[in-house]
DNA sequence: CTGAAAGCGCTTACAG
DNA sequence: CTGAAAGCGCTTACAG
């Protein structure tokens, strides 16, 4: 494989010279640069990543910490990776994803081997093991998911609170006055998924505050569990009117579920879901939903900590910790209750 | 950051004695070890990766070229991608993730600038464009997929001709003698997506074989075409008894559709798909189908580039093609067919 | 505008 | 069993 002194050598220059014509860093004679152009195309010269890393101390990788825990939904976090990934790559950036079952012994060794310039964290729980090992190493991070202790990273999040508040009074406008949520495992909410009870909690309270009646209850993350955990809900809650679905496994589920019963949204129920719109043209899921913006989210987070990394932004400057504003995306699944008594 | 300098002056011996006592290259006596050994734990040191690499050239990284094509199911890549990762690190790997459109650019990149160690390429087509690029890399690479030229590279995939089949001698056991199959799209097929029509061909040639009808067309990759296209198919065929379906949103919105028109599988309709189990289980799809493995490819493609890697297995040894045979899994979607004049 | 030299942090023959 | 030195392939002050 060609190196810069191979390149250096057919051009007649030096090697620094070879360099600084390759890099722009100073000022070059025309002829000069036109010979080192040539000598690398003729020897279809690629500089050493390792060689330049060290060199530089900055290795042009992004670490992407993928966590695909057993309770959670592994494809919502298809979205979130290919946004950081594609918004690394239109900054200059590679991505090393550790898909680890343990995120803490991945990010280390990103971090200490000197991998990465810098760190994006999917998944964050609200006490998540990885941010102390963050916040000692020297690479800045960025966060998908709001932990409880935001120091020292940037953080992104969907507004988990509004988006309770606006499924609910959604239906509430429409005369819903008896509504489900079913939201993810608790198993998840156990493990500091702290989205689950944001969302959860603010719902609660908008249908209190406007006299409805929420039955909030949990759902599993695959079939048939969750099948079985939507037909005892619908079940135990024959007067319910409407189902908010906080759970992605539900939300695919959901549409067996209601044929079986010979049900239909919105005629018998209306259904409100969260999840991204590439989520549901991809699973043809038919129902009105809190759009949850992965790839805008992961867009964010890589913009920040590219930021971060490039020192546009010092390192004592302060971190943000910035949400994403739900909107409700229309697909016809919900409308008036239906009357008493017609069924 | 601590170097192997720091440790060996803590250790108080010279650099090349601490750098073999943590490798294990030589024989070190028990006392210089363990000083060695204190200096790492105490400076908290981990190697360099880019200056190792740089010594070494190898990186201990493994590329993994994903496509997510237009008309491509982009969630079924993901558990591909599982396989290769999980096994990359099981081999002390880690990964470089490109999901560039262009696979070319990104081979190019990884293999030009010596960042990876080998490639896994991911949904290879017939005429893959990156499959001259990855010939004269230096690296091995592997490939999820077949393409009409296997040389060079170790190739494995799902022994699509013999999936086709035992669809197909699956419904005709039944008793079925007109059945439809829904492949991906055409321009998956177009752009050589040669999966595509070996398992139809062969679906087709075992038909003609057993005296049965079948309707081969092509679906699209989202909604809400594809449940156009799944309408249309059961439209133009009412006395089609079975429904082989080798695309993975159709299959996803096949429950849906179902509903509108008050079938069941089996009673009105016998159905078998062509996907994973987790797949299955993740999206609440409730048919029998042919397992694809993409979990068990990812791992073959991974073991095997190690070896190459490795030099267990020489440059001049034979590339090997292989294919997974696959698997019916039986989820009660198939019976016999509905008697005619039932309706 | 260009070159010679040092240095990034490792590993590994070479020598003892 | 251990050390001094060279080298991996870059970049970047330093000097002219």
Not at 129 to 140: D, N, V, Y
């Amino acid at each position: 494989m060609a190196t810069i002194g191979d390149v250096a050598r057919i051009a007649g220059v030096s090697r620094s010279t070879a360099s600084y014509a390759l890099s722009g860093k100073r000022a070059i004679s025309a002829d000069v640069r036109r010979r080192v152009e040539d000598a690398v195309s003729s020897l279809g010269y690629t500089p050493n990543a390792g060689a330049r890393a060290l060199a530089t101390t900055r290795t042009m990788v992004i670490g992407l910490l993928a966590q695909f825990l057993p309770d959670e939904f592994a494809p919502a976090m298809l979205q979130y990776m290919l946004g950081v990934s594609d918004t690394a790559r239109e900054h200059g950036y590679d991505i090393l994803l550790a898909t680890d079952a343990d995120g803490t012994r991945a990010l280390r060794r990103m971090t200490d081997s000197r991998m990465v310039d810098g760190v994006v964290l999917l998944n964050v729980a609200e006490h998540d093991e990885r941010l102390p090992i963050l916040r000692s190493a020297s690479q800045p991070g960025a966060l998908v998911g709001l932990p409880a202790d935001c120091t020292g990273v940037d953080v992104f999040d969907l507004d988990f609170e509004e988006a309770g508040r606006l499924m609910v009074d959604h239906l509430h406008r429409l005369g819903h006055r008896e509504v489900l949520l079913v939201s993810q495992p608790e198993h998840v909410v156990e493990r500091g998924g702290a989205y689950v009870w944001r969302l959860q909690n603010a719902a609660l309270e908008a249908a209190r505050a406007r006299g409805m009646r929420l039955y909030a209850t949990y759902g599993s993350s695959s079939q048939p569990d969750v099948g079985r955990d939507l037909r005892g809900l619908l079940d135990a809650h024959p007067d319910a009117t409407g189902l908010l679905v906080n759970n992605e496994a539900a939300a695919a589920a959901l549409p067996t579920v209601l044929h079986e019963r010979g049900l239909s949204a919105p005629q018998d129920l209306s259904v409100v879901g969260r999840y991204s719109d590439e989520f549901a043209r991809t699973f043809s899921l038919p129902f009105t939903s809190v759009e949850s913006a992965p790839d805008r989210l992961g867009r964010m987070a890589v913009r920040q900590l590219v930021r971060r990394i490039e020192g546009e932004v010092g390192p004592d400057e302060p971190h943000v910790v910035r949400f994403v504003s739900p909107e409700l995306v229309d697909r016809g699944s919900t409308g008036a209750p239906p009357r008493r008594g017609d069924a």
